[in-house]
């Protein structure tokens, strides 16, 4: 039994059915995800528990930040140039998205943080 890029779980058809509702609901998830983790980091700092918030949250919120830019692009490419694409291959291809720039994040956030504070330092 191989893997198809057209199966999500059971939920294909609905998926495909209704594109535009994968694309709203995506970037919908992205912007409420990116508030939620904000007001968690809020109370994290508030109780003073810092290292969750320079571990876990922080690098999470900048994951989600440089995905909503970086994933526009294929999402236009894909969904408007290619229009016979399916709503379950856009969500495979932002998990994909997400998923490496969620490494690349988590993996060099001390350089990250260090060029953002350079930055804005100016």
């Known amino acids: 039994m191989g893997f198809n890029f057209n199966q999500f779980f059971g939920y294909e058809s609905g998926i495909n059915q209704h594109p535009e509702q994968v694309l709203m609901y995506g970037f919908a998830a992205i912007i409420f995800g990116v508030l939620g983790l904000t007001f968690v980091a809020f109370i994290l700092r508030k109780i003073k528990l810092i290292a969750v ?3 876990l949250i922080a690098p999470l919120i900048i994951s ?3 995905c909503l830019v970086v994933a ?6 894909l ?3 290619a229009s016979n694409i399916s709503g379950v291959k856009l969500i495979y291809c932002w998990i994909t998205i997400f998923t490496g720039i969620t490494f690349f994040c ?3 956030y001390q350089t ?3 060029w953002a504070n350079h930055w804005t330092r100016k």
Do not use: C
């Not at 526009?72 to 490419?77: F, G, R, V």
């Open 64 to 66: 989600l930040l440089v």
């Open 79 to 81: 969904y408007l140039l």
């Open 112 to 114: 990250i943080k260090n």
């Open 53 to 55: 918030i320079d571990h």
């Open 106 to 108: 988590f993996s060099n």
């Open 72 to 77: 526009i692009l294929p999402t236009l490419i």
